[in-house]
């Protein structure tokens, strides 16, 4: 009965072993879909491994997609390298005039869209809306030749030609004239104008 019942123990253990060996395959082999962040504007675009690094600015090509006149932007963030990487939270943007001087505060944050990491595989792009508010009066308005934009968790800056009105007042009591979304994913619209730093911006960079 001790030798049955031994044997009956070794059995259910062995069971058990294959169980989860064929679990540990499984699990390996990648996690159920509903894991990655795919999408509903670009399908197979914005989704991938969930461990991908964050995007650095060589691997990302940031162009002007959809405006709605002078007041709202649309920034596009498309993956040019070979492999997947991720984007989150806000970019940093700012007006510059000639010479590629900033122009005005930089841009608050609207948070009236969440802040959510989004993998881009290669090819695929992620957006962010801008928000332009001038008013006459203390803002001093003036025109930008275009936006300075700094990827999430980066440094290094790209500069985007877009005419658009601008306040010149700078500081503390200035006000916040732009104010830039968190990365979504999809595009946000059609490709637009764009283009690299002045060579002034360049020799300060």
């Known amino acids: ?30 996690g159920p879909a509903h894991v990655a962040l ?11 491994a969930s461990g991908a690094a964050q995007c650095a600015a060589s691997r990302l090509r940031i162009s002007l997609g959809t405006s709605a006149g002078a007041s709202v932007s649309t920034l596009e963030f498309t993956n040019v390298s070979g492999t997947a990487c991720a984007l989150s939270g806000y970019p940093a943007v700012a007006a510059y005039g000639a010479g590629g001087a900033q122009i005005g505060n930089a841009a608050g944050r609207d948070t009236s869209v969440a802040a959510r990491r989004i993998v881009l595989d290669p090819g695929a792009t992620a957006h962010a809306a801008v ?20 990827p999430p968790g980066q440094s290094a800056a790209r500069y985007i030609r877009h005419a658009m009105p ?5 500081g503390q009591q200035a006000p916040v004239f732009l104010h830039v979304r968190a990365v979504q994913p999809g595009s946000g619209g059609p490709a637009g104008d764009t283009g690299t730093a002045p060579a002034e911006a360049l020799r300060g960079s």
Do not use: K, N, Y
């Open 166 to 170: 601008a306040c010149a007042v700078a």
């Open 131 to 150: 928000v332009a508010s001038v008013s006459a009066g203390s803002c001093r308005p003036v025109a930008a030749t275009g936006l300075r934009v700094v």
């Open 38 to 48: 795919t999408s509903t504007q670009q399908p197979g675009g914005a989704h991938g």
């Open 1 to 30: 009965m001790r030798a049955s019942g031994r044997l009956g123990w070794l059995g259910g253990a062995a069971v058990a072993f294959a169980a989860t060996a064929v679990l540990a395959v499984t699990v390996s082999r990648g």
